[in-house]
């Protein structure tokens, strides 16, 4: 019976009993249930805190009876050489060899209630309220490190220090004190006042916690600039919020009306809200008006701060979609609009849930948050697959406008997970009654698309069809996606060798495992997706991160081997790999003729995450391509997918 | 769809050979009208040298194939240029000799450049045709899956056969002994023309006959063994098939990279014969 469990790899074909459901638990069964028979103890009825990407592999695992979870479970006792599991329905006699316990530590929030001490929210991951001393609201009791929600031994240990000094009375500047002071420096006052200043001037941080302003300021980056400057451009692949601390901002984007003035944001206000949100790229191209002071905090520290401080959370989301929708119909303005964000009611969707069937009653109006959906309509034999919409964009205003026919014209199904915001029908009527410009653009919106989808059903048959399963597989999410002509393909499998030469002898692709749609084949091969799922749960923050130019990339120097980018991946097309270390010109001719140089055993180095990078630091772009003969491997843009798959299906 | 490997680059590489072509009909018209044509006038020497560098050209695909981080050009437009530039060899060496052979080194040179050319068209042919039936084949499944399933039924066979009378354990051995032999076929595969329903309906013959030796108690069972198997033999049969067809794919290469091996020695020797005598 163990709590530690250093190595999965050294037991192997033994019976086991993983006690604990959480993520270490099922991480670890995970890892030892190739070579060993596993089961697992649940006390809940099912795997509730699990991260997605965990969840989806051990109902894998269990669906293909490698595993055995008992739910509702617990261990009555253990006898020599077996476990007795007691089920709501009697006790089960397990065979186990080794019992592995994992039952986690959570933050004991019910003890510390009953002690007196608030949380910020009701939510799950809600931390205590604590003062810049980390007093909690009972005072005298002192909340730190991990039970603060800093999860670093480090800081830990320092806040023990802040704690006892401040008791004994003695002023202590807290360790970051002097970054924050050097940070601010163009600010007047101690850094007490200078923070003030700030949460005055920036109606978003006006209700954040002391704590929490500080974390989020010393992640943050002062820009100073002068006029003109541009701080972003329409379609850069950043996604950082900037507030303005001092001076003007323009926002202008491309499919601008002729006449109309760029938006403009003064002191106080904040941007980028959208690309923070949804992930997409920047909607429009934000230039200084004079110089200005603007404050930049990545999105990490910004999401991490609407966890934590649900104000924040609540004022950017009414932003957001106050702001989308002014991008939208740009004739209503922007009070009415704070309105109706006021009044829209958010929405979650798992993947492949439908928000609306083809033939219900409409009865709202949808802006797509983050994440993305697809149109199907009824075919002849099937679903045909019609469009796909991104994060930004709106469905649902059809059967609203309609006033004889208020019936949905499609399905709609939400193809990663998504979050929409949806209008009610009064709230749009009373939207429409109001501007009644918008209801004509609206109009001929809605126009367009009828006819676009007549069209597109009628082109249905096999386009379509590979349309709905490249769809699955992420083609639409990618913005570079790997796609293999198998008519052209001569198997020749140059493109792997390509790929494995030019990064250290790794390849990243792999064509035994792609997936073949007629004769299109979608190796494994990285998507570079618009909303990469990969970035959402990398530890360091930034070891697997995009560039600018689109690219999802690994960063080896600070990718410390977790795994997390690979099991979020829904294309499987992260691997971890064992590094090997870099041979040079001279090593490659040796091992040509059979001197490779002593070479240390690779499975005792760190694996680290290894995925295509559109060989980003090539300037002749993928290798893969380059390097094959017959022009069967083509890389694409979602924009261009559309005419190869209508060439090909000819 | 092979349009694409010829056409690369909005046929760029065929007008150019088209215009070479021209070009060298036009000049031999006007030196054969001038002098009688020979490798030894200045003519056939500069045919000569054009050729010489056509050859180096056209091997260097060898290598710029297996340079993967080269930034010249992509190796579909060297392959395109390939073909093109080795069709017009066919009529630069010829017009370099003057149209004149003889039963000697130089000649063979020649013949053995034309050996290369055919196969290369071959090739070419290969590569129009069979993918698009292995697509086809492996519509079914990948060889990869195919392999691993394969293993896994004969790990369950193994499984299943400890249990019951010796004929089980002799038929799973039978069964590994073909796996094994499937996958060291080799060259042998190519030539064998593989047809899945026969070799079904042989292997089913074949195990109804064995049924007669087994005891009625295990016949369900066996019924059962024999079921999976059939389905072994189905998918040893798609996989031999695409086996085939992936070797089909590769085979005209172990002709065309010899030949021309031996044709550059061929040249080798014709330079030298020629400086030094």
């Known amino acids: 019976m163990t709590y530690k469990m250093a190595d999965p790899f050294i037991y192997e074909d033994l019976d086991i009993m993983m006690v604990g459901a959480g993520d270490a638990a099922i991480e670890g069964v995970l890892a030892l249930c190739e070579r060993n028979r596993v089961s697992v103890v649940n006390r809940n009825s099912e795997f509730y805190r699990l991260k997605d990407a965990l969840d989806r592999q051990i109902n894998e695992k269990i669906k293909a009876r490698n595993v055995i979870a008992y739910h509702s479970a617990t261990i009555d006792r253990f006898e020599h050489g077996y476990t007795l599991v007691s089920l709501p329905d009697g006790v089960v006699k397990v065979k186990t060899d080794l019992v592995i316990i994992r039952i986690g530590a959570a933050l004991p929030r019910p003890f510390l209630e009953k002690c007196g001490v608030t949380f910020a929210s009701k939510d799950r991951s809600a931390l205590p309220v604590i003062s810049e001393h980390y007093e909690s609201s009972v005072p005298g009791l002192y909340v730190i490190g991990a039970a603060a929600g800093y999860n670093l031994i480090k800081q830990g240990m320092n806040h023990g220090y802040e704690v006892v000094e401040h008791i004994l009375g003695r002023q202590i500047e807290p360790a970051e004190e002097p970054l924050l002071r050097e940070k601010l420096k163009f600010l007047e006052g101690s850094t007490t006042e200078r923070l003030d200043y700030i949460a005055r001037t920036i109606p978003l941080l006006a209700e954040v916690q002391k704590q929490p302003l500080r974390e989020l300021l010393l992640q943050a980056t002062v820009h100073r600039v002068p006029p003109g400057h541009v701080v972003f451009r329409e379609n850069d692949f950043t996604d950082s919020l900037y507030m303005i601390l001092d001076g003007e901002v323009e926002i202008e984007f491309s499919l601008q009306l002729p006449g109309e003035r760029p938006l403009s944001l003064k002191r106080g206000a904040f941007f980028g809200e959208m690309s923070l949100l949804s992930g997409r790229r920047r909607s429009g191209t934000v230039t200084t008006v004079g110089s200005a002071t603007l404050l930049e905090v990545p999105r990490k520290a910004m999401l991490r701060l609407m966890a934590n401080e649900p104000p924040v959370k609540r004022f950017l989301d009414e932003t957001f979609i106050a702001r989308t929708i002014t991008h939208l119909f740009r004739d209503i303005d922007e009070d009415f609009a704070k309105e109706l964000a006021h009044r829209a009611e958010s929405k979650s969707f798992k993947k492949g849930e439908v928000i609306f069937k083809e033939g219900d009653v409409g009865d709202a109006f949808y802006l797509i948050r983050s994440g993305s959906v697809k149109l199907t309509k009824r075919g002849r034999a099937r679903e045909i697959v019609l469009k796909y919409f991104p994060a930004g964009q709106y469905f649902g205003e059809i059967a609203l406008l309609n006033p004889e026919d208020s019936r949905r014209t499609a399905t709609v199904i939400a193809t990663i997970r998504t979050e929409v915001v949806l209008l009610k029908k009064d709230d749009f009527d009373l939207m429409l009654g109001r501007f009644p410009e918008l209801k004509r653009t609206l109009r001929q919106t809605m126009e367009r698309r009828l006819v676009e989808n007549q069209a597109l059903q009628m082109l249905a048959s096999t386009a379509s069809g590979q349309l709905d399963e490249l769809l699955e597989e992420g083609v639409f999410q990618g913005t570079d996606v790997l796609l293999i002509d198998e008519s052209k393909c001569v198997r020749c499998e140059n493109c792997v060798n390509a790929c494995a030469a030019t990064h250290n002898g790794q390849t990243r692709l792999y064509l035994n495992e792609g997936v073949l749609f007629g004769n299109l084949k979608v190796p494994t091969s990285c998507r570079h997706c618009e909303n990469p799922l990969c970035l959402t749960d990398c530890p360091p923050g930034d070891a697997i991160l995009r560039d600018p130019r689109g690219e999802v990339y690994v960063d080896e120097a600070k990718c410390i081997g977790c795994g997390n980018c690979a099991a979020n991946c829904p294309y499987g097309v992260i691997f971890m790999m064992h590094q090997k270390p870099k041979t040079g010109a001279l090593g490659r001719l040796l091992g040509l003729i059979g001197l490779a140089a002593e070479e240390t055993n690779p499975d005792e180095q760190p694996t680290k995450a290894v995925k295509c990078d559109l060989c980003r630091n090539d300037s002749a772009g993928p290798a893969c391509v380059r390097s094959c003969p017959t022009g069967a491997a083509f890389r694409v843009s979602p924009a261009e997918y559309f005419e190869r798959i209508k060439a090909v299906g000819d | ?277």
Not at chain 2, 163 to 191: D, M, N, T
């Open chain 2, 1 to 277: 769809m092979q349009g694409t490997l010829l056409t690369y680059g909005s046929k760029r590489y065929l007008w150019g050979g088209l215009i070479g072509a021209v070009a060298l009909f036009v000049s031999y018209f006007y030196y054969s009208r001038t002098m009688t044509p020979s490798g030894s006038t200045v003519w056939g020497l500069v045919y000569g040298w054009i050729g010489l560098i056509a050859i180096l050209v056209l091997m260097f695909l060898g290598i710029r194939k297996r340079w993967y981080s080269s930034h010249l050009g992509t190796l579909e437009g060297w392959t395109s240029a390939h073909v093109y530039l080795g069709l017009l060899t066919l009529l630069i060496i010829p017009m370099h000799a003057g149209f004149r052979f003889g039963w000697d080194v130089h000649t063979l040179a020649y013949v053995l450049l034309v050996v290369v050319v055919l196969s290369g068209i071959v090739g070419l042919l290969i590569y129009h045709t069979v993918p698009v039936i292995l697509t086809t084949h492996e519509s079914g499944m990948l060889p990869d899956k195919l392999e691993a399933e394969i293993n896994q039924i004969l790990k369950e066979m193994k499984h299943v056969a400890a249990a019951k009378p010796v004929v089980f354990q002799h038929l799973y051995q039978e069964e590994a002994r073909r796996c094994r032999e499937l996958k060291s076929q080799g060259w042998r595969i190519l030539f064998t023309r593989v047809d899945p329903a026969a070799i079904l309906a042989q292997r089913m013959r074949d195990l109804h006959n064995l049924l007669a030796d087994i005891p009625a108690t295990d016949q369900e069972g066996f019924s059962k063994f024999a079921g999976v198997v059939l389905q072994k033999t189905e998918l040893e049969a798609y996989l031999a098939g695409q086996m085939r067809l992936k070797n089909g794919l590769q085979s005209w290469l172990y002709v065309h990279v010899p030949v021309s091996i031996a044709m550059v020695a061929a040249v080798g020797i014709h330079l030298l014969v020629v400086l030094y005598y």
